[in-house]
């Protein structure tokens, strides 16, 4: 036993932080590896299937998408991480206050967390100014007039026109960075590009994401209202409409196995409805629309079948129970919002800007423990939830939705951009209106602008403003009628079964 003592030596500390290094690094390729598996499942579902673009006949083509597509996975990746990386901060530091001493999740450090923050960071800088960028102009490319046609023509014109586009957005970088501030503006700051001018452009890039979620997020909040309250007030008669639902179904197969077997214009059997729409389309356009418009009602007569089948009870207090929970959860957020900014006003809270090392594990989140920390998961998610159907409720927007099988790539593209963008704001979203209380680390925290008082205010009273019209709006005298008319019912009908 001592001569074994006597062989064996502590572990160097380089050779710790070398395999602590390596473990992350695996932990990171894993789980990226998993994100891009999710994402190219995301765009195989979403995806056309049609001859102009991934399908086509021409070599070069298919290649050119997808490569394409490959940078439009990486890039919903990211989007992905991004929006995972509050939940994931937030569960590993009150799993770590639990088990501070456990062998199983001695993995979980602070290290662990501050690189995953690094690599979003870093990642959704190449997505939104490489990646994207170079996608949408290698589709968009021919090649130079006068050159041989082929795909390396098509790269030489894709790398010349994105970096003469790199040289116009670092003028319009400078000339922005030299209105802002005069100080930082001079000639030797113009070759700083990866310091300086890189995070500015991100910086204004998380500055419009935060401003669309500040339009989107009541939006989204309207329209689940819209949606739970009309619901709840409409009187329902489950068994029509399903019948409707699986009589329209069958009109829609009809007409498309006539659609495959005349391989012409289709024109019998005539439309249900005097202004069918699909009587001005070709034989491919007309099968595609007709089995999108199939999908969805087959989708929807499935959903309806469930929900006939299950109890009256449940039924009857699934609609009600979604109010209240919409309520709540908006309720606490706004009132959330109100505390932040009487916070900011006093000064008890400090602006968003980090300035210190945050270190997983020391102590909760929130004053309530796990459960807390819980809650604020939540609402993350909630809003999650309302600013991507705003975002997508916005005139311009909803026409880009991704729908099954049926997306072109160019909108594919724009959702992958817009998604990119709005994901790497929500981590400042919910620190600005203090929703949490976990820093932003990395760079993500050092961005100049959430060090501005009056940003930070302006925006806290403009979402809580905006957030309680939705309220006082939609919960009217009707769905208050209604929604207490229906809790009453309930609570008699569990009181008879009872009984």
């Given amino acids: 036993m001592d001569e074994y003592s006597e062989d064996y030596e502590e ?23 998993l994100l891009n598996l999710a994402s190219y499942g995301i765009l195989r579902y979403c995806r056309r299937q049609g001859r102009e673009d991934y399908y086509s006949s021409d070599e070069d083509e298919v290649i050119v998408f997808r490569i394409s597509t490959w940078m439009c996975t990486f890039s919903l990746a990211v989007s992905i991480g991004a929006v995972l990386l509050l939940p994931i901060s937030i569960v590993s530091n009150e799993v770590l206050i639990l088990y501070p001493n456990s062998y199983y999740i001695k993995w979980l450090n602070s290290s662990l967390i501050q690189g995953l923050w690094n690599y979003v960071f870093l990642f959704s800088n190449l997505s939104i100014f490489v990646l994207l960028p170079f996608a949408y102009l290698f589709t968009e490319s ?17 790398s ?37 001018y890189l995070p500015f452009l991100y910086s204004c890039i998380s500055f419009l994401g935060v401003l669309i ?12 209202f819209d949606v739970v309250g009309g619901l709840l007030i409409k009187p329902r008669d489950i068994n029509e409409e399903y019948d409707a639902c699986a009589l329209e179904e069958e009109y829609l197969r009809s007409r498309l196995r006539r659609a495959q077997y005349a391989r012409t214009g289709y024109k019998l059997p005539p439309p249900m409805t005097p202004a069918d729409d699909l009587t001005r389309l070709g034989n491919g356009r ?9 999908s969805r009602f087959e989708f929807k007569r499935k959903m309806l079948d469930y929900e006939r089948n299950t109890s009256f009870f449940i039924r009857s207090m699934s609609y009600p129970t979604a109010m209240l929970l919409l309520i709540g959860l908006t309720i606490i957020v706004v009132l959330l ?24 594990g020391v102590s909760s989140l929130s004053k309530l423990g796990p459960f807390g920390a819980a809650m604020e998961i939540v609402l993350i998610i909630y809003l999650i939830v ?21 997306t072109p790539f160019s909108y594919i593209l724009a959702n ?84």
């Fill in 11 to 33: 572990p160097d500390l380089n050779e710790q932080i070398f395999h602590n290094n390596v473990r992350e690094q695996i932990i990171f390729l894993l789980l990226f590896l």
């Fill in 337 to 360: 919002v109100l505390q932040n900014s009487i916070s900011l006003l006093i000064g008890i809270r400090a602006l968003p800007l980090s300035s210190k090392q945050f270190t997983l």
């Fill in 286 to 294: 007309l099968q595609h629309e007709l089995g999108g418009r199939l």
């Fill in 142 to 158: 021919e090649g130079f007039f006068g050159h041989k046609k082929g795909l390396k023509a098509r790269l030489y014109e894709t």
């Fill in 416 to 499: 992958c951009a817009l998604l990119l963008i709005i994901s790497s704001a929500l981590p400042l979203l919910s620190k600005i209106l203090g929703i949490t209380n976990f820093d932003l680390l990395g760079d993500f925290g050092s961005i100049e602008w959430l060090g501005n008082f009056q940003i930070v205010l302006l925006y806290n009273l403009s979402f809580a403003a905006a957030s309680t019209l939705v309220v006082a709006n939609k919960f009217t005298v009707k769905v208050r009628r209604e929604l207490f008319a229906r809790l009453v019912e309930n609570y008699m009908f569990l009181i008879s079964f009872v009984t």
């Fill in 386 to 406: 309302t600013s991507s159907i705003g975002l997508y409720t916005v005139p311009f927007v909803n026409r880009i939705i991704p729908k099954y099988k049926s």
């Fill in 160 to 196: 010349t026109v994105f970096c003469l586009l790199g040289v116009v957005v670092l003028g319009f970088a400078y000339v922005i960075s030299a209105v802002i501030d005069q100080d930082k503006s001079s000639i030797q700051t113009i070759l700083n590009f990866w310091s300086y």
């Fill in 213 to 224: 979620l500040l339009v989107c997020t009541p939006i989204g909040f309207v329209r689940l």
